[in-house]
């Protein structure tokens, strides 16, 4: 069966060594890892190289539901590109470019079958687009 890729994307002015500090060190990943303002990151691991886990927890800020969503690393280049595959076996690739102090990210993610493809679609460019934010206020 052949899986659904959804892209999203966001050009972030800042240089991609800030960008790619704040989007895997865990103090920053608590910060902006969030879809909308109900929701908040209250802890994140990251061991960012090849072979190595990260796991952020989730929650709804009224503490109505929470989950843990994690993975493992598939391929790290710093600065231009991580891969890794999700613990429920979906894979995600994301891509750093930096132009003219722009750097430009792009993340492709196999979709899952519980919730619709522009739930989907929603949930991560939200949290791309807070991440987006959170870089540029900082």
């Not at 109900?38 to 061991?47: F, G, I, L």
């Not at 995600?92 to 003219?100: I, K």
């Amino acid at each position: 069966m052949e899986k659904t890729v959804l892209t999203i994307n966001a050009a972030i002015n800042a240089p991609v060594k800030k960008v790619w500090e704040m989007f895997n060190d865990p103090q920053h990943v608590t910060k902006w890892n969030n879809p909308s303002p109900d929701w908040h990151t209250p802890k994140a691991e990251n061991d960012l190289r090849e072979g190595g886990n990260f796991i952020y927890r989730m929650e709804a800020k009224d503490g109505s539901f929470g989950f843990d969503f994690g993975g493992t690393y598939d391929e790290v280049k710093p600065h231009e590109r991580i891969a890794y595959t999700m613990g429920d076996g979906r894979k995600v690739h994301a891509t750093f470019r930096e132009e003219g102090g722009v750097t430009h990210i792009i993340e492709n993610f196999e979709a899952e079958t519980q919730n619709t493809l522009e739930v989907q679609q929603t949930g991560w460019q939200g949290i791309l687009d807070n991440f987006k934010s959170y870089v540029e206020s900082n």
